[in-house]
Structures are given as C-alpha cells and as structure tokens.
C-alpha cells in the first residue's frame, strides 16, 4: 500500500437481501471525451514533497541569534587581522569602480597583488620600478600571465568582466600621471604612495579607501586633516610597526596587521615599510 493511497467506500443497495454480496457503487463522475485515454493526474498532499532523509531540523533559540556568523565579511582579499585577530578581508573587486590610495611600502602592495591573484584576479603593474615587481611576477606567471609589468602610462585596455576581473596597481611615484586605465566595474585601482607629496590630499579626497602606513609627525598631521582623523590616531601613525596599516575613510577606520605566510615570506621577505 502506497504512502497516499486510498480505500474506496461501496454503500450496500436497500433492496438487496441481507447478506447478499452486491454493492452498488459510488456514482462515477462524469468523464468528458477529451480526457479518455488519459492517466489521472495525482493531487500532492499538503506538506508533501520528494522522499528523503529524515533528520532532525536544525532549530536556534531567537536569544542566541547573535551567536550567529561567519569568519570573514565580504568576499576579498585577507590583507590581516584587525585589532581582535579576526581576519580583515579588502573588498576589491566589485560591480562599480573602486579606487585604493595607499600611503606606504611596496612591500604591502605587492601582498596584496599576489593575494589578489589567489582570489582569480589578473594584475596588472604599472611601475617606474620594474625591478622590485619582476620578481613576484615571475613568480606569479605559472602557466598564465597572471601578473603583467607596464611601464608608467602604457597600460593597455584590460578587458575587465565578472569571471577576469583586474586589480591595476599605479606605482608612479608620489606624483602619479593621470593613468591612461582607470577604475571600473571589477576593474579596482589601487595607487600607491611612498610617501605623502603634492597630490596626496586630492587623491586621498577621491579615493574610496584609504591605507597609511608610518609617515613622519607632520605628514599624519596633513593626512589626519584630509581623512578626518581623531588625534590619537593621527599620533599613532607616526609609530606604526611595520606591516600595520590604519585603513579608513572619512567616518570609519581599522588597524591591520599584514603577516606574510611562508611562501610570502620566501619571495618578498618579512614585512618592511621602505624599500
């Protein structure tokens, strides 16, 4: 007998003698010409679906909502741990354009660069220092170009699209040309500064992310200025470690540490604010 099967009902004729077997059956329902021929359709139960495993539900009392939650926000890069050790995950590649103005060493830069390929993104360089990123590039370049050097203002058309997003890194000094590349959905920039110069605060201004790492007393002065610093962080960045960086905007900011992992560290060394 089937799950959902049914037991159909006789009523016994009046007329009949006692005993007697003959039934008379429920009156049929009229059946219309179209639908001779035709295998009933069978009505699902209420509640029913497909058979399968039977578990237990898996059920949360509402005061212990707040225990739930994941490792990492957004998809991204995991630049480091924050204040807490949790890890810090740089959003980079996103449906609209996202510019990234770091005030730092390359060292940071090029973490970044090589996570970012971790994640299935190209990147490409455009440097005044090709020495320092020919290494990571090779490094990188394992069957595909997944890292490409360009010189200052010679970066091609990228091509950028949901599956091939492009991280563009402009290593241009602390007065970058305008760059022939610019932002763009899954297409995020990021420029970076040795050091604070002319165009830092306008920059700064335009930029959807800001990183500073240890800058002398009166640079942090003009950056906490420009990035709307409380006072204790503007004197914090004059002593920062290095592998720190004070990541903000104008109403938030966040301490990360950058620790290399060991082929990191085999390749760029330990971390280091200048080269």
């Known amino acids: ?21 003959s039934a008379v059956p429920p009156p049929a329902s009229p059946v219309s010409p ?13 509640g029913f679906g497909l058979l399968g495993p039977r578990r237990e539900r898996h059920e949360l009392d509402p005061d212990r909502f707040a225990e739930l939650g994941l490792p ?17 995950v740089l959003g980079l590649v996103r449906p609209a354009a996202f510019d990234v103005v770091l ?17 299935g993104a190209r990147v490409a360089v455009e440097s005044g220092r090709p020495q320092l990123w020919t290494a990571l590039a090779q490094a990188a370049n394992t069957g595909q170009q997944s890292i490409t050097l360009h010189d200052v ?12 997003p492009v991280l563009i890194v402009r290593d241009c000094g602390i007065r970058p040309p305008l760059g022939r590349v610019r932002s763009a959905p899954w297409q995020p920039v990021l420029t970076l500064l040795p050091y604070p110069g002319p165009t830092t605060a ?7 992310l800001v990183g500073v ?27 920062l470690p290095d592998g720190v960086t004070l990541w903000c905007t104008r109403s938030s ?3 990360v540490t950058t620790r290399p992992t060991d082929p990191e560290a085999g390749l760029l060394g330990a971390a280091r604010r200048l080269e």
Request: proline share 11%; no cysteine; glycine share 12%.
């Open 1 to 21: 007998m089937g799950l959902l099967s049914r037991t159909t009902r006789v009523r016994r004729d009046p007329a009949a003698p006692a005993g007697s077997p």
């Open 34 to 46: 179209a639908s001779v021929g035709r295998t009933p359709a069978r009505r699902p139960a209420p």
């Open 72 to 88: 990492v926000g957004d998809d991204g890069v995991v630049v480091g741990t924050d204040a807490q050790g949790a890890p810090a």
């Open 103 to 119: 005030v730092g060493g390359a060292w940071t830069a090029q973490v970044i660069a090589l996570r970012a390929v971790g994640t």
């Open 153 to 164: 203002g010679r970066v091609p058309p990228q091509g950028p699209s949901v599956p091939s």
């Open 202 to 208: 306008r920059l700064m201004s335009q930029a959807d």
């Open 213 to 239: 790492q240890r800058v002398a007393p009166e640079e942090a002065v003009q950056i906490g200025r420009t990035m709307n610093l409380p006072r204790e962080d503007v004197e914090s960045l004059s002593t």
């Open 253 to 255: 900011r966040t301490y």
